[in-house]
């Protein structure tokens, strides 16, 4: 299963961005699908993600200020950014976890998307 994301860029403190990510492969069923960002020297942190059954899960330092929305029938994502900080600046990865047909059996899978920069100025 191969992500795509898009969006980001450059924007000043306070302004909004978006970004999308869509999933295509075949005979697969997505469980969760989320976003996961790093920023430079640290460590990846999820920020939001999505169950199929609707669960949503927030990083509590983008809580009020992003929204995390997910199509099942089209296999996509997308991350509304509001309210952006510096802190905000990372590199964000689109995430997936579910399982796929192979041949008579269902295999488990993770994949990540190439990576899309988000960078706030102050």
């Known amino acids: 299963v191969q992500l795509q994301a898009s969006g980001g860029g450059l924007v000043q403190a306070g302004g909004s961005l978006r970004l999308s990510c869509a999933a295509s492969g075949s005979r697969f069923s997505i469980y969760v699908m989320g976003w996961y960002r790093q920023a430079p020297g640290k460590q990846r942190e999820l920020v939001a993600d999505s169950t199929r059954g609707g669960t949503i899960n927030y990083a509590d330092s983008v809580k009020g200020r992003f929204t995390i929305s997910r199509d099942n029938t089209k296999n996509t994502v997308d991350l509304e950014m509001n309210s952006l900080e510096p802190e905000d600046t990372a590199v964000y990865y689109c995430?997936?976890?579910?399982?796929?047909?192979?041949?008579?059996?269902?295999?488990?899978?993770?994949?990540w998307g190439q990576g899309t920069q988000v960078t706030v100025s102050s």
């Open positions: 995430k997936a976890d579910g399982i796929y047909r192979d041949y008579e059996t269902y295999r488990p899978f993770n994949s």
